[in-house]
């Protein structure tokens, strides 16, 4: 079975901090995903990598940075969080192109900014 | 920016009744999937239906797909109350692997 495992399940930072949310995948997918989960606006996009070192927006990536230094590993950073980065984050794999596009996903990261 | 549409966005059963779920979609995909999602945790990928497909089947679930209505629906039969969770669907457009998610359909199955 795929496993995505995520660093934490729930998080408080405080305005202004450095936040770390870490990614780890073990079926060798060549892509990963973070989105974030808000009421009523379903997941969106906040950026993906479709190989070790290479990342590209998603939908949502300001405020918000990538880092892909392993293949198995993907690291979302929130360079100075504020309140309204207070979300559910998921992290999601998947295999690489031409293949089914089905997507794996971590349990997610409850994260309150305070 | 978000392709697929779910309705209703609740629904609210008895165990053993069947649920349906719909999901519109405006441009042409070559791909839809569906998720389900239990309270508070990651997403599980349920069933992919490529454009060339019409129907298929999972267990208790049929997904549909009519490409001429740009629609499609998730049909579970005979639902238990463990099926309680929100269910998302999913459209892969062109060469894309990077699905685009609907805002979802939240079920309530009631023993």
């Known amino acids: 079975d795929v496993k995505v495992t995520q660093s934490s399940r729930y998080l408080v930072k405080r305005t202004g901090e450095k936040v770390f949310l870490e990614c780890v995948q073990d079926?060798?997918?060549?892509?990963m995903f973070w989105y974030r989960q808000d009421p009523g606006l379903g997941l969106r996009l906040i950026y993906f990598?479709?190989?070790?070192?290479?990342?590209e927006k998603g939908d949502i990536p300001e405020g918000y940075s990538v880092s892909r230094e392993k293949k198995e590993r993907f690291s979302l950073i929130l360079e100075s969080a504020s309140t309204n980065q207070t979300s559910m984050y998921l992290c999601?794999?998947?295999?690489?192109?031409?293949?089914?596009?089905?997507?794996?996903f971590g349990p997610g990261t409850r994260l309150t900014v305070t | 920016s978000q392709q697929g549409e779910e309705d209703p966005q609740a629904l609210s059963i008895q165990e053993g009744e069947n649920a349906t779920m719909n999901c519109s979609y405006k441009?042409?995909?070559?791909?839809l999937q569906w998720y389900r999602q239990n309270s508070g945790r990651g997403l599980v990928h349920l069933i992919l239906?490529?454009?060339?497909?019409r129907e298929k089947h999972s267990g208790r679930l049929r997904v549909t797909l009519d490409t001429s209505k740009k629609s499609s629906s998730l049909l579970i039969t005979a639902s238990r109350a463990a099926d309680t969770a929100s269910y998302f669907c999913?459209?892969?457009?062109?060469?894309?692997?990077?699905?685009?998610f609907g805002r979802g359909t939240s079920l309530i199955v009631h023993p």
């Open positions: 079926m060798d997918h060549e892509n």
């Open positions: 999913a459209t892969g457009r062109g060469g894309s692997y990077i699905p685009t």
């Open positions: 441009t042409s995909i070559n791909n």
């Open positions: 239906i490529r454009s060339n497909e």
């Open positions: 990598s479709y190989d070790v070192k290479m990342k």
């Open positions: 999601a794999s998947s295999p690489g192109q031409g293949s089914t596009y089905e997507q794996y």
